[in-house]
């Protein structure tokens, strides 16, 4: 099992979580958020989880932005990972799994159909994990909500 925590902002938040023996730490990258945090302040977390000895995977996620500006911010911020909440098609996903081949890849999608399950399969090839979500109608992630699998059968 994997424990991620997500919308980490503060240094002695991420230090506190990462004491406790979670697997990895998410930090918002999509700026019109309440939990964005910028790629230097990120980077300044992870080098004091490195300096406290806290070996943590850190996850920068992401939605719907430039493959330019993902891969600029996942090298300035020393992600391990990314994680995808948009609408990125499985190109996108090659093309950036091509340009950090070094980092995780997660898709997330928003499910609500068996046609949302289905079309998870075109991505397998090009990244490490899919992340299943519920769907809502006003939201990419992060509802707390599970996913109706009575609405979907494979």
């Known amino acids: 099992m994997r424990i991620k925590i ?29 939990r964005y945090i910028a790629p230097d302040l990120i980077r300044a977390i992870a080098e004091t989880l490195t300096a406290a000895s806290l070996p943590v995977a850190r996850i920068g996620v ?3 932005a430039s493959l330019e500006e993902v891969i600029r911010i996942a090298k300035e911020a020393r992600f391990t990972g990314v994680q995808l909440h948009g609408q990125e098609d499985p190109t996108f996903c090659q093309q950036l799994r091509q340009q950090l081949p070094e980092m ?11 046609a949302d399950l289905e079309s998870t399969v075109a991505y397998e090839p090009h990244v490490d994990t899919l992340l299943l979500d519920a769907y809502h109608p006003g939201k990419l992630g992060g509802t707390g909500q599970a996913i109706d699998w009575c609405c979907c059968s494979i």
């Open 6 to 34: 997500c919308g980490i902002t503060r240094p002695d938040q991420a230090q506190a979580i990462a004491q406790l023996g979670v697997d990895t730490l998410g930090f918002i990258c999509v700026s019109q958020t309440p």
């Open 62 to 64: 992401f939605a719907n």
């Open 104 to 114: 995780e890849t997660i898709k997330s999608f928003r499910i609500q159909t068996t």
